[in-house]
């Protein structure tokens, strides 16, 4: 074994599973709390906007996210390793496209292209089906086995 495995943290998969669901609980609190506060920000329309990011957000994580969720839980069980990589609980992927959407939210809220009250409105429709999809990963992490348990 070289020097690079040795040193790489490995978890057993359920580990990742639970690794995966705190980030996308965080992902997902983080979009809610920042929609929440530019939502207090300007009472402008306040129910409505609220009720078109719920339901908003409650359409993207059936027709999408939960879908999205579920390969991943599935990927990350199907790994080859009893004891993957500690970074393996996203794909090369999703690192990119997580990054690009974090930059992205940034830059809108930074730049002021989109006023605030419609961005409290992506923010909250973005972070409900993230926040729900982290369910998934608890779910799978706590009840599902490893391939070396069966």
């Known amino acids: 074994m070289n ?12 580990h990742l599973l639970i690794i995966a669901a705190l980030v996308w609980t965080f ?8 929609g929440m506060l ?19 957000g409650l359409i993207f994580y059936r027709f999408l ?5 579920r390969k991943h839980a599935r990927r990350i069980m199907d790994l080859p390793h ?11 992927r ?10 992205a939210g940034i830059t809108l809220r930074k730049s002021g292209i989109i006023q605030r009250e419609y961005l ?13 999809s ?3 990963f608890y779910n799978a992490g706590v009840y599902s086995r490893d391939k070396g348990q069966e």
């Open 94 to 103: 999703s690192y990119i496209l997580m990054g690009i959407m974090i930059t």
């Open 65 to 69: 996210f939960s879908e999205i969720s």
């Open 27 to 34: 992902a997902g609190g983080m979009l809610l709390y920042q």
């Open 120 to 132: 409290s409105i992506l923010y909250v429709t973005m972070g409900i089906p993230l926040f729900a």
């Open 38 to 56: 530019l939502f207090m920000g300007s009472g402008h329309l306040l129910w409505i906007r609220l009720m078109i990011s719920v339901a908003g």
């Open 3 to 14: 020097l690079l495995q040795t040193l790489t943290p490995r978890l057993p998969r359920r």
């Open 134 to 136: 982290a369910f998934r």
């Open 82 to 92: 009893e004891r993957p990589c500690l970074f393996s609980f996203f794909s090369i």
